[in-house]
């Protein structure tokens, strides 16, 4: 059941990642490239699964984002050839690495007339994403969306405990926030969590670490709209 309609909050945070800009389908293009590469080693669905576990065993180190991403495939690369991939095959999984820090940014239809629109009315807004912190700023940069924002947050993890965080440094109430974003477990849960609402904005692909089972979404109270622009209405 959709949520009734919220008081104006004082601070209204927007992932950044598929959300306001495509991200998810150019990874998902250079896991494909990938599996081209590594077509030797089986089929796409067991380079897949295997890149997946190195990622989940690395993420303490690398955190998210391109250059995790580039590493993780070269230590694929290494462990399904038993170390017989070749300079040239490393070469060309640097330059898919390198292409995802940059890519042009377009934001996805409706964000710029929102973030018009919530500005118009003296919206505080902040982007509030995970990565790298040179790799989410330069995307931030490119979109051209950056005079819309008051704050920018980018942080390693987007957890209960962070959002704490930034509310207390922003000195604002769970009640008085809102995000907005396309995962349910990076953007909805943790805030559902902290006592303030939320809006799930789906996009057509979500990374398989972002996936959130149905079972857990049970009995919880948050706002989905199809798109972006659904949110004016629910926060006017």
């Not at 081209?36 to 089929?43: M, S, V």
């Not at 580039?70 to 390198?98: H, S, Y």
């Not at 995802?100 to 009315?121: C, H, M, N, T, Y």
């Not at 993890?157 to 965080?165: C, G, S, V």
Request: aromatic share 6%; with cysteine.
């Amino acid at each position: 059941m959709p949520s009734p309609l919220l008081p104006p909050p004082r601070l209204i945070a927007f992932d950044a990642d598929d959300t306001l800009w495509p991200n998810q389908p150019h990874f998902d293009h250079v896991e494909t490239q990938l599996a081209a590469i590594l077509a030797r080693c089986g089929d796409p669905a067991r380079i897949a699964s295997h890149l997946y576990a190195v990622q989940r065993h690395n993420m303490h180190l690398f955190g998210y984002g391109a250059k995790s991403l580039m590493l993780t495939m070269i230590e694929t690369a290494v462990q399904l050839t038993d170390g017989a991939v070749t300079g040239v095959e490393i070469q060309q999984l640097l330059d898919l690495g390198k292409r995802l820090l940059d890519f042009p940014i377009e934001p996805l239809p409706g964000v710029v007339a929102v973030l018009s629109a919530l500005k118009q009315r003296g919206a505080r807004l902040m982007v509030l994403t995970k990565g790298d912190l040179f790799d989410q700023e330069s995307k931030l940069a490119r979109s051209g969306l950056g005079d819309f924002f008051d704050h920018v947050e980018i942080v390693s993890e987007k957890n209960e405990a962070t959002y704490r965080r930034i509310l207390a440094r922003h000195a604002v109430a769970p009640a008085d926030f809102v995000m907005i974003g396309n995962s349910l477990k990076s953007d909805i849960l943790p805030v559902l969590a902290l006592g303030a609402p939320a809006i799930h904005v789906p996009y057509h692909t979500t990374w398989i670490h972002e996936e959130v089972p149905a079972a857990q979404l049970v009995g919880l109270d948050f706002h989905r709209v199809e798109s972006l622009v659904e949110v004016l209405a629910y926060l006017e």
